[in-house]
């Protein structure tokens, strides 16, 4: 059985936009971001706290914090990695942070500059401080589906890193297909393999990259496994600049044709959301990679 709501988690003025070669003027960002909720979007990750010579593309984090317009019951996650990334989000006064995880110790190298135990030492003081700010906290965990240096990554492996973050005081875990190699079995697999673990899909998000057309397929399944909350990027942006074959993430718009038409609630107009990718793309200077996108726009 499917869920009679979904909650869309949308990264792509986060996730999306990392990855661009095109600089985009903080200006442009905040207009995107209030466009997203204008379509109907609750929660929107805004923007990374990383060292901006790691992620340049976000370096103007506090510039486009400050110009959202705050709209009632609406989110601004933004992610957060160690105490400097935190003093900084504190300093913007944000109320909803994700520290992100990797699966592997490869990965972790790579993305984090740490190892998969040592990780844990630079989120452990941002999980303390946010509980005393009284923040929500996500957490992320990245390649868990295939790591494009490792190769296959055991889901057990996977269950122990992610119930680590949970209990760390995440209130929520993102399952990040990083690479986009997933297929629908296997989400099922480690699905079930965190709800023998004793992890509710209640506490599970996913996080599909589309690299190889599955994520639609992939997030089916996990709405069959009971997941609600499901992460999309507004026109199939995104990838993580620290794994060469992350492409795009899942579209909000394919996401919200599907749910559409199987009558599953989001609350997200998807005429609003093709005409933002159609403005969007003037400004990186390609067209959406999305396919309901180029079916829908004018
Ligand atoms: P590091 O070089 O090990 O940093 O990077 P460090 O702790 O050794 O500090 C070195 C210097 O950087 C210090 O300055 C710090 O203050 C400064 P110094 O004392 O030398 O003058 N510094 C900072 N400055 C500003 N903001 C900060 C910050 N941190 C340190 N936050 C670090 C470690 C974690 C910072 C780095 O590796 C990093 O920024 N990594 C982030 C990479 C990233 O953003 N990747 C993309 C997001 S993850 C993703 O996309 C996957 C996801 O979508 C899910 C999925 O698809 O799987 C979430
Ligand atoms: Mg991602």
């Given at each position: 059985?499917?869920?009679?709501?979904?909650?869309?988690?949308?990264?792509?003025?986060?996730?999306?936009?990392?990855?661009?070669?095109t600089v985009v003027p903080a200006?442009?960002?905040?207009?995107?971001?209030?466009?997203?909720?204008?379509?109907?979007?609750?929660?929107?990750?805004?923007?990374?706290?990383?060292?901006?010579?790691?992620?340049?593309?976000?370096?103007?984090?506090?510039?486009?914090?400050?110009?959202?317009?705050?709209?009632?019951?609406?989110?601004?996650?933004?992610?957060?990695?160690?105490?400097?990334?935190?003093?900084?989000?504190?300093?913007?006064?944000?109320?909803?942070?994700?520290?992100?995880?990797?699966?592997?110790?490869?990965?972790?190298?790579?993305?984090?500059?740490?190892?998969?135990?040592?990780?844990?030492?630079?989120?452990?003081?941002?999980?303390?401080?946010?509980?005393?700010?009284?923040?929500?906290?996500?957490?992320?965990?990245?390649?868990?589906?295939?790591?494009?240096?490792?190769?296959?990554?055991?889901?057990?492996?996977?269950?122990?890193?992610?119930?680590?973050?949970?209990?760390?005081?995440?209130?929520?875990?993102?399952?990040?297909?990083?690479?986009?190699?997933?297929?629908?079995?296997?989400?099922?697999?480690?699905?079930?393999?965190?709800?023998?673990?004793?992890?509710?899909?209640?506490?599970?998000?996913?996080?599909?990259?589309?690299?190889?057309?599955?994520?639609?397929?992939?997030?089916?399944?996990?709405?069959?496994?009971?997941?609600?909350?499901?992460?999309?990027?507004?026109?199939?942006?995104?990838?993580?600049?620290?794994?060469?074959?992350?492409?795009?993430?899942?579209?909000?718009?394919?996401?919200?044709?599907?749910?559409?038409?199987?009558?599953?609630?989001?609350?997200?107009?998807?005429?609003?959301?093709?005409?933002?990718?159609?403005?969007?793309?003037?400004?990186?200077?390609?067209?959406?990679p999305s396919r309901v996108v180029?079916?829908?726009?004018?």
């Amino acid at each position: 059985a499917l869920p009679d709501r979904v909650t869309i988690w949308e990264v792509g003025p986060r996730d999306g936009l990392q990855n661009e070669a095109t600089v985009v003027p903080a200006a442009v960002k905040t207009a995107f971001i209030d466009r997203l909720v204008a379509a109907g979007h609750t929660i929107v990750e805004a923007t990374s706290f990383v060292h901006p010579k790691w992620v340049p593309q976000l370096a103007d984090a506090a510039e486009v914090l400050a110009g959202i317009t705050r709209a009632e019951g609406v989110a601004f996650p933004v992610l957060v990695p160690n105490d400097r990334g935190m003093d900084r989000a504190i300093e913007c006064g944000v109320t909803d942070i994700a520290v992100f995880a990797s699966a592997t110790e490869a990965f972790a190298q790579k993305n984090l500059n740490r190892g998969l135990e040592s990780q844990f030492e630079m989120f452990e003081p941002v999980m303390a401080r946010a509980q005393a700010e009284g923040m929500r906290v996500r957490g992320y965990l990245s390649m868990v589906f295939g790591d494009q240096w490792e190769g296959d990554v055991d889901p057990a492996q996977v269950v122990t890193v992610g119930r680590r973050l949970l209990d760390l005081g995440c209130h929520q875990l993102s399952l990040g297909d990083t690479i986009g190699v997933a297929t629908a079995g296997h989400v099922r697999a480690v699905l079930r393999a965190f709800a023998d673990a004793g992890v509710g899909m209640d506490r599970i998000a996913v996080h599909f990259h589309d690299t190889y057309g599955q994520a639609l397929a992939n997030t089916v399944v996990a709405l069959e496994e009971g997941v609600t909350v499901v992460d999309a990027s507004t026109g199939g942006l995104g990838g993580c600049p620290y794994a060469e074959s992350a492409t795009g993430n899942l579209a909000t718009e394919d996401l919200v044709w599907m749910l559409d038409g199987l009558g599953v609630h989001t609350g997200v107009d998807l005429a609003a959301l093709v005409d933002t990718s159609t403005w969007m793309a003037g400004h990186l200077g390609r067209p959406s990679p999305s396919r309901v996108v180029r079916a829908l726009a004018g």
